[in-house]
């Protein structure tokens, strides 16, 4: 019984994996990433602003602040919640590409000084 499970949790899986394969290969899936691609642009950029206003800046801080500007962007354009949790998502995964330009630019700050 455990296996038959675990089978069909597998074939579930790839059946909606090559769902989600076929609809980005496709005219509108296209459409959406490069509409996610340019939201997501937009909000890395004022999020790399926003970085600046915060005393302490750690992974959760990072990741509230994250969630927050996904949510007062999706106000102004009515961006649906399945969308808004990828982009969430989306900009909580540059952590570390954002906490080192923010380290770099605080050492150059340092430096002028």
Same mark, same amino acid.
């Given at each position: 019984?455990?296996?038959?499970? /675990?089978?069909?949790?597998?074939?579930?899986?790839?059946?909606?994996?090559?769902?989600?394969?076929?609809?980005?290969?496709?005219?509108?899936?296209?459409?959406?990433?490069?509409?996610?691609? /340019?939201?997501?642009?937009?909000?890395?950029?004022?999020?790399?602003?926003?970085?600046?206003?915060?005393?302490?800046?750690?992974?959760?801080?990072?990741?509230?602040?994250?969630?927050?500007?996904?949510?007062?962007?999706?106000?102004?354009?009515?961006?649906?919640?399945?969308?808004?949790?990828?982009?969430?998502?989306?900009?909580?995964?540059?952590?570390?590409?954002?906490?080192?330009?923010?380290?770099?630019?605080?050492?150059?700050?340092?430096?002028?000084?």
């Amino acid at each position: 019984m455990e296996n038959k499970f /675990k089978k069909g949790l597998i074939l579930g899986g790839l059946l909606a994996a090559g769902a989600v394969v076929g609809f980005l290969n496709s005219e509108d899936g296209k459409e959406l990433t490069e509409e996610l691609q /340019k939201d997501l642009k937009v909000l890395a950029k004022h999020l790399k602003k926003s970085l600046h206003k915060l005393e302490d800046v750690s992974k959760e801080s990072f990741d509230e602040l994250a969630a927050a500007t996904v949510e007062e962007y999706a106000k102004n354009k009515e961006i649906a919640n399945d969308i808004k949790e990828t982009l969430t998502i989306a900009l909580q995964a540059k952590w570390k590409e954002m906490e080192n330009e923010y380290l770099t630019e605080k050492d150059e700050e340092k430096t002028k000084k």
